[in-house]
C-alpha cells in the first residue's frame, strides 16, 4: 500500500497483533490465552512508538479479539509496540510504563511474523512492548502477554507432628 504525504508517495505497511489475558503465565512458552482489552475495567491501549519514543499511533485494544493494527507504518522503520492503560495522545511522550492495575501484570511478548527485531518470544522481563523493526513487508502476529494475578489469603499455622501412617 502506499499513502500520500503532501503529494509526494511514501511506502507503508501494517503492523497488527493482539492483547492476551496469559492466565497460565506463559509456562507453556506461548503468548496465549483469551483476549483481553480492559483489564480491571481500565481501558487498554496499544501504541506504535517511534525512535524518539513518541506515540506514532494509537488505539484501543478491541474488546471482543484483543486485536490492535496500524496500517500506515513506515517501511523500513524502528518502532515499539505497547499496551497501556495510560492515555496519551499522538505525538506526545509515550507511556514508560504499562499502568495496569495493581492486580494485573505482564507476562510475555512474542515478535510475530516478518519483524526484523527478532522471533519467537521476547527475552528477558516481561513488560508489555515489544520492539518492531519493519522492512517491506506487514508485521503481523505480533502477541503481548499480561495476567490478572490471583488472590491468596495466606495462612500460618501450627500442626503437632504426624504419627506413622497418620493422614493430615
Not at 492486580?103 to 526484523?116: I, L, V
Amino acid at each position: 500500500t502506499s499513502q500520500y504525504d503532501f503529494g509526494v508517495a511514501k511506502n507503508s505497511i501494517l503492523i497488527s497483533g493482539n492483547a492476551f489475558n496469559d492466565a497460565n503465565g506463559m509456562t507453556d512458552a506461548i503468548v496465549n490465552g483469551a483476549a483481553v482489552w480492559a483489564p480491571g475495567g481500565s481501558v487498554l491501549y496499544a501504541y506504535l512508538v517511534d525512535g524518539a519514543g513518541k506515540v506514532a499511533n494509537k488505539m484501543v485494544v478491541n474488546a471482543t479479539t484483543g486485536y490492535f493494527t496500524f496500517p500506515q507504518a513506515d517501511v523500513n522503520s524502528n518502532y515499539t509496540l505497547k499496551l497501556s492503560t495510560t492515555d496519551v495522545s499522538q505525538f506526545n511522550d509515550a507511556p514508560s510504563n504499562p499502568n495496569l492495575p495493581a492486580s494485573w501484570g505482564c507476562e510475555g511478548e512474542n515478535y510475530g511474523t516478518n519483524n526484523a527485531a527478532g522471533t519467537g518470544n521476547e527475552p528477558g522481563v516481561p513488560n508489555s512492548d515489544v520492539p518492531v523493526i519493519t522492512g517491506l513487508s506487514n508485521v503481523t502476529g505480533v502477541k503481548l502477554g499480561i495476567q490478572r494475578h490471583p488472590d491468596s489469603d495466606d495462612k500460618i499455622m501450627t500442626i503437632p507432628q504426624p504419627a506413622l501412617n497418620q493422614t493430615i
